[in-house]
């Protein structure tokens, strides 16, 4: 029986990063193409079932080697983690289900490195307001249907089911909302146009329409919706997309760090680690990226002992390491200069990468707005 500890697992990953991630990443965001041989590579080591239970097939890991995962393919390539930590929390939505007939044949196909699946929450509608979909159910004959606008899908192109939502029939509000699987490629689904985005170019983020779709393949209750989406998506989706931006960072300090200590000036003998202000830059981006990586390794506790602080623990920590991120690629971007610029060094890349954090749904002023609610005792919706 093969290994299948977090520290083998992360060795794996590693490994996958160093061979197949990193060499692509570049043509990835310079032809804002879907990272493939990654996806493959993470298919074949199993890691594409890193949730899944043992006995379908996957690794059982949880939410700890998740972001250990993810924090690795994002030092090599942000598209990359970005289409993993989709599919990751969309396959959690589909593990926690008790109503999805097909539920154990997906989470074994994905555990197989056969089946990708993704998030289709953010409509047209409602854009970064995920958790308030406009699109509704509506009864036919013995079954259901829906239309939708599904607004930058990652993977839009390459997934094979969509964990989509929508009102519930009857619902009062959009917040009673039911969540759903939507096959790509079925009567209705149609994935248009491709990504040309700042950065995370490779992550296949597209509209998706939903044209009189048949829904029979349920994830929640009618009208329960609302307790997959912010009890199972939000906690996966912050912690993965926290990860990933630590990754950033981590990339960010170790290429300064190598262009400081390796480049100089040949007219005085010196490095560019011999002054004061590059040192303190660096200094700066070091402890920015282990404080938020601190701050995660907490949240990630309070998920395995869950307590009454531990929604709070969850969007602070997406919100740390986004703002981390932002902070970070800009330092190195300052520190390296102009070979930073010149996109020798693939600093810029990472700092493209990092501010898509910023406008993804809950947005860092959602978030802001979540955190203060939260912290003064009123509901977040």
């Known amino acids: 029986m093969p290994d299948t500890s977090a520290l083998s697992v992360l060795d794996t990953v590693r490994t996958v990063a160093a061979d197949v991630v990193a060499p692509h990443a ?12 990654a996806l493959a590579a993470l298919g074949e080591a199993g890691l594409l079932g890193l949730q899944v239970d043992p006995a379908l097939g996957g690794l059982g890991l949880g939410p700890r080697a998740f972001a250990q995962v993810v924090e690795e393919l994002a030092t090599a390539c942000g598209s990359t983690a970005m289409v993993y930590v989709m599919h990751v929390t969309a396959l959690q939505a589909i593990a926690s289900s008790t109503t999805l007939a097909g539920r154990d044949e997906i989470l074994e196909s994905a555990a197989a490195g056969k089946h990708l699946t993704t998030l289709a929450f953010s409509e047209r509608g409602s854009r970064s307001q995920f958790w308030a979909p406009v699109s509704k159910l509506v009864a036919d004959g013995d079954g259901f249907v829906t239309s939708a606008s599904k607004s930058w899908i990652t993977s839009a192109n390459h997934a094979d089911s969509y964990v989509a939502s929508a009102q519930a029939p009857g619902a009062a509000s959009p917040m ?3 969540i759903y699987l939507a096959r790509r490629g079925s009567a209705g689904v149609k994935a248009s146009g491709r990504f040309d985005g700042l950065g995370l170019r490779g992550n296949d983020s597209a509209p998706v329409e939903f044209t009189d779709v048949k829904v029979s ?5 009618q009208g329960e919706g609302a307790n997959t989406m912010l009890g199972v998506v939000l906690p996966w989706f912050c912690i993965g997309t926290a990860a990933m931006a ?3 960072s981590r990339a960010a300090v170790a290429i300064t760090a190598g262009h400081l200590a390796g480049t100089g000036f040949e007219h005085t003998g010196t490095a560019l ?8 830059r660096i200094a700066e981006m070091s402890v920015r990226t282990e404080q938020a990586r601190a701050l995660l390794s907490t949240t990630l506790g309070e998920l395995e002992h869950p307590t009454e602080a531990t929604p709070l623990f969850v969007l602070q ?7 981390a991120a932002r902070t970070v690629t800009d330092l190195a971007m300052k520190a390296c200069g102009g070979a930073a610029f010149s996109r020798q060094l693939g600093l810029e890349r990472l700092f493209r990468d990092a501010q898509a954090g910023w406008v993804m749904a809950p947005t860092a002023d959602h978030l802001l707005e979540f955190t203060g609610r939260a912290l003064t005792g009123l509901p977040l919706f």
């Open 176 to 178: 009673e909302s039911t």
């Open 26 to 37: 570049a043509a990835v965001d310079a032809d804002a193409r879907f990272p493939k041989e």
């Open 217 to 221: 393949e349920f994830i929640s209750a």
């Open 273 to 280: 680690r011999d002054l004061p202000t590059l040192r303190a």
């Open 317 to 323: 920590t997406r919100l740390a390491s986004l703002e």
């Open 246 to 248: 630590n990754g950033l």
